[in-house]
């Protein structure tokens, strides 16, 4: 497919002149015929000034055929005058004014050169970097799509996982009503895990941003009507966001049984900010008593507890009060 230049037509021009470059001898070749062309029409014209129409060739040589060229049509230009249009025809002069504007045509003329030799290398390289550019571009585009098929393909995966494992926790205990609690209990905290597991899958870097993984926690229990979730935007790496998913669901469930969630007027608060490069995190429950279970420690209590503030390498506190439950995490936000 041919290649566009929209609105270039001096990077087009540079862009010609370096493949006519690539062939010295056409650029030998186009050099004579410029030369030639401009002592054709000075010879045929009244011109008085001598050098007058060999500057433009001059000019082209340097353009389409290289430095090169453009070097030696000055000298072939030089020596065209000379020869012709000084004293009698045919004739070479080495007067004083002779030598003067021979030597003043012959340093124009290079300087001449020399800035069109630059201009048009900057104009061939300005083209490669675009190309180069355009190329990198393309690829990462590629790479983004390619990557973004893989995340779609191991999200599908995954949740298939999830949903069989939640299945199995089921199917184990269905037969039992004494256990079924079980089941649906670990099928819940399966099903909290795929779904931290998708937000991450979201980004490229697999980390989350903290909002967003408090409403893709809580937002299956309640609407947004039955929280408040304030604090500033916090990133957070994948194994933290998969812990205080956890953390999140159990106390969403724990809510939604036995807490605010369990009557129209309960609400939750939930609260976060970063201190001193720890992420500060509260949860407080408001409208129904929480009332401590006693000396017996569930797996709930001891994900809230232990699990998660230790995975964490941080701290956490668990308080049963008359304004509802409250649980706190102190906890690094970088390993």
């Not at 009060?321 to 390993?335: H, I, K, Q, T, V």
Request: charged content about 20%; aromatic content about 8%; glycine content about 10%.
């Amino acid at each position: 497919m041919a290649r566009k230049h929209n609105g270039e037509p001096v990077l087009l021009v540079a862009l010609l002149t370096s493949r006519l470059k690539g062939n010295r001898w056409l650029g030998v070749a186009l050099s004579l015929g410029i030369v030639a062309a401009a002592f054709l029409i000075r010879y045929y014209t009244d011109v008085t000034l001598r050098f007058v129409t060999f500057y433009p060739a001059v000019m082209l040589c340097g353009f389409f055929g290289g430095w090169r060229a453009g070097v030696a049509a000055t000298f072939m230009s030089l020596g065209l005058v000379w020869t012709f249009f000084s004293g009698q025809s045919g004739t070479v002069t080495f007067s004083r004014g002779e030598l003067f504007n021979g030597a003043a045509f012959v340093v124009v003329s290079l300087i001449i050169v020399a800035v069109i030799h630059a201009l048009t290398t900057a104009l061939v390289e300005l083209d490669k970097q675009k190309r180069e550019a355009e190329a990198a571009r393309l690829k990462a585009e590629d790479a983004e799509r390619e990557t973004g098929t893989l995340m779609r393909e191991m999200l599908h995966r995954s949740r298939n996982d999830y949903t069989v494992m939640s299945f199995i926790a089921r199917s184990e205990t269905r037969g039992d009503p004494s256990r079924k609690h079980v089941g649906d209990a670990i099928a819940g905290r399966l099903q909290s895990l795929a779904r931290s597991h998708e937000l991450l899958l979201g980004s490229f870097d697999e980390s989350i941003d903290l909002g967003t993984l408090v409403h893709g926690q809580l937002e299956p229990f309640c609407g947004r009507h039955r929280y408040r979730a304030d604090g500033p935007s916090l990133t957070l790496e994948s194994n933290m966001a998969r812990y205080i998913g956890l953390a999140l669901h159990e106390l969403s469930t724990n809510a939604s049984k036995h807490g605010a969630l369990s009557i129209d007027e309960g609400l939750i608060d939930l609260s976060w900010k970063e201190q001193a490069g720890r992420l500060e995190l509260q949860w407080q429950e408001a409208g129904v008593a929480a009332i401590a279970p006693g000396e017996s420690t569930g797996f709930g209590r001891e994900l809230l507890e232990r699990l998660v503030p230790q995975a964490l390498n941080g701290t956490a506190t668990l308080e049963f009060g008359p304004a509802g439950l409250g649980w706190r995490l102190s906890a690094p936000l970088r390993d």
